[in-house]
């Protein structure tokens, strides 16, 4: 059965620090990945996402995220972090067949200090 | 704007009553999924119909159900309410095989 981790329950970085949030998962198969973000109040808004091709991947508001087949890993990440993307952050594993085991990570929330 | 609709937006009930959210996907949409989001168990996928019929089931509870109706909007039913059920509840909808979910903005149930 696929797994998703995310290591890091609450991180708290400064604003225009650099940002990773960890994923790692347990797939038999390549998995398509995803990362989304949740802000307080919202539902779930898509960031980027991994199929195939280029193991880096661009999002929105300036998020990547890298597919790391040796590792499992597909960890996001952010140059410079703005105050307005302290939020809930979910790193997701799926695959075809509409929706069939699509699985959620625990989610990593994000503090940005002034 | 996602395009997903979900009502109501908050919903209070009583222990033991049954309520019922809907999902209105995005248009053309065929998936619809449910998921519930709890601070202690994160967010647990429910249920997901594809045009109209069950396609995948996750951590549902006997005491809930849903279905999928040919105008392909969906229905969550919560019946026999208990405390713990209080909870965030989402609907996603996809339009494609590679099963980009696109979230409503949930129904906070709260159970008192």
């Known amino acids: 059965a696929q797994s998703v981790t995310q290591p890091d329950i609450h991180i708290t970085v400064s604003e225009g620090a650099s940002l990773e949030l960890r994923c790692n998962y347990s797939y038999g198969a390549t998995p398509y990945l995803f990362w989304y973000v949740q802000f307080p109040g919202q539902g779930l808004q898509l960031l980027l996402k991994?199929?195939?091709?280029?193991?880096l991947v661009q999002g929105i508001k300036g998020f990547e995220a890298e597919f790391k087949r040796s590792q499992s890993s597909f960890n996001l990440r952010k140059p410079s972090v703005h105050w307005s993307d302290a939020a809930e952050y979910f790193c997701?594993?799926?695959?075809?067949?509409?929706?069939?085991?699509?699985?959620f990570g625990p989610g990593t929330r994000l503090s940005v200090l002034p | 704007d996602s395009g997903v609709t979900q009502t109501p937006k908050h919903l209070i009930t009583a222990t033991g009553q049954r309520v019922t959210l809907r999902c209105s996907p995005r248009?053309?949409?065929?998936?619809v999924y449910w998921y519930q989001q709890s601070l202690d168990q994160g967010l647990q996928f429910l249920i997901q119909?594809?045009?109209?019929?069950?396609?995948a089931k996750g951590n549902i509870l006997e005491r809930f159900s849903a279905q999928q109706f040919p105008d392909l909007h969906s229905e969550l039913n919560l019946s026999s309410l208990e405390l713990g059920d209080s909870a965030l509840y989402f609907c996603a909808s996809s339009g494609d095989s590679k099963n980009i979910q696109y979230f409503g903005a949930g129904t906070r149930l709260s159970v008192l």
């Open positions: 248009s053309g949409d065929l998936s």
């Open positions: 119909y594809y045009n109209g019929e069950e396609r």
């Open positions: 991994y199929f195939s091709g280029d193991t």
């Open positions: 997701a594993v799926g695959e075809m067949n509409y929706g069939q085991n699509f699985v």
